[in-house]
């Protein structure tokens, strides 16, 4: 499958949890899938089978307990800084404005032109107008437009997104996935994208990993040809090969989902 | 099931205007102040109480007015403004420091946590003869005494603060490249900040009550030296005029505080409505 080169490679990935008193808890197990350069690849799986896990042992935030996270064919030890990361939280430093946010990560960066960069940034996901404002003074849809500028404008190496558009009303979840693949097809940055939300899912990637229920393991890779730049995801969720793929994966999931229930 | 008027018919008061409220609270503040000082000068004129013990306002202004007029009372607030402004400088700067290192030793946060529980419930005031028989009647002793109350009022909700840093920010910002003192000076102490200035704020109030005890312990200067040098002389105009230049001084120096905090926190929500 991979013609290009692997950007992120996980091999036979392992992850148990030991909470205190109680009995250990396997997450996933022999996890092994690569991410090719430049492309986008989601995970979707049943609550609790290691998705975010994933996604924190790529950061290198944790270690797996078994296994290895490789992100250039170098493996990941320790926090990584080249990482762009998004959650369903935006993250956003309150004390900071729209635009301070943005800059935050060029300024330990020590880049000289921050400012520039930073409102280029705001002006591409729509909130130039919104610069000078503080997080209270700005909706959940904005505040997430926020934390997308801030991740792109670093320029990140890759980029891991924890179902950065989870906690929106579902209209501005459109909106801003149409936004995410609008930003992400001028840099074409290599992304592992963790989500509930098969459409979405089936939107954004080139393959979608579905995952197991708990232990987590790889299901199947099902790669999505549909041709990029991709219809708005309203347009493409009535298309029937977009159809096509959203039985298919779901026949995979949903027994997955069921033993969960 | 009647629909719910709309806001028009509701017939808004005149109060929903803030500026026409405003003015309203201000003008029932004149009053209550201005009844209360009447029913003090009328307790005495009409003798229902002795002058010699609570004085009377009219007294209290031709004790303040002789006071101010010989400068005497002014050199005193200066005495007193600048020892409590000495000891919150010094204490506080002490007392952020010490959270913010404490914060990122947890090690020695848990060691030294019930030993500042222990000191911080100590009244403090009982070490104030203590300190002046070690640092004598001069500004030392009297910047130490409030340095005892305001130090530790600092360093634990600075640590508090520094320690209830949100975990995603905290998690984004390292791994967009911040290094520890990236952390401490643009995430952990911003962070931290209302919880410092709600320190501040009381230790303000703090450092001038340490000076004020001192002085009124051991001095021959300052407010707390006033107020106990004219109850031990009899004159209870002179307290009061003491009381209520001790009660200015109290409230401009949180007014400032106010002002500074507006400005720092105006990301707070709270804060810009306000």
Known sequence: MPQTPAKIRLVDIGIVFRPRGREPVVACRDVSFDVPEGSIVSIVGPSGCGKSTLLNIVSGLLAPSRGLAEVDGRPVSGIRHDVGYMFARDGMMPWRTALQNVEFGLEVRNVANRREIAHEWLRRVGLDKFAGHYRHELSQGMRQRVAVARTFAIEPNILLMDEPFGALDSQTRLLLQELFLEVWEKSKRTVLFVTHDLHEAIFLSDVVMVSTNRPGRVKSMVPIDLPRPRLPPAELAVAPEFRDIYSRIWADLKDEVRKFE | ?274
Do not use: H
């Open chain 2, 1 to 274: 099931m009647a629909v719910v008027s709309a806001p028009d018919d509701l017939g808004l008061p005149a109060e929903a205007d803030p500026a026409v409220r405003y003015r309203r609270v201000l003008i029932a503040r004149l009053i209550v102040v201005a009844a209360v000082l009447a029913v003090w000068q009328a307790t005495v004129d009409f003798g229902l109480v002795d002058p010699f013990w609570i004085s009377s306002p009219v007294l209290v202004g031709k004790e303040l007015w002789s006071e101010l007029a010989s400068g005497a009372l002014l050199g005193d607030v200066a005495i007193t403004v600048f020892e409590a402004l000495i000891a919150f400088v010094v204490s506080s700067t002490l007392g952020i420091a010490a959270g913010l290192l404490l914060a990122r030793a947890p090690f020695w946060d848990d060691v030294l946590a019930p030993l500042v529980l222990a000191l911080n419930s100590l009244p403090r005031v009982a070490l104030a003869p203590l300190i002046i028989l070690w640092f004598g009647i001069g500004i030392t002793a009297k910047v130490v005494t409030a340095f005892t109350l305001v130090f530790f009022i600092l360093l634990v909700n600075t640590l508090g603060g520094a320690k209830n840093v949100d975990n995603d920010i905290l998690t984004i910002a390292r791994l967009m490249g911040a290094s520890e003192r990236d952390i401490l000076w643009k995430v952990t102490l911003p962070s931290a900040l209302p919880w410092i200035f709600a320190g501040l704020n009381l230790g303000l109030t703090y450092s001038l009550l340490g000076v004020i005890v001192a002085e009124i312990l051991a001095s021959n200067q300052g407010l707390g030296y006033v107020i106990q040098s004219s109850a031990a002389t009899f004159n209870t105009a002179g307290v009061f005029a003491g009381l209520i230049t001790l009660a200015l001084v109290a409230w401009l120096f949180s007014a400032v505080m106010r002002l500074i905090e507006a400005r720092l926190l105006r990301w707070k929500p709270s804060l810009t409505s306000a």
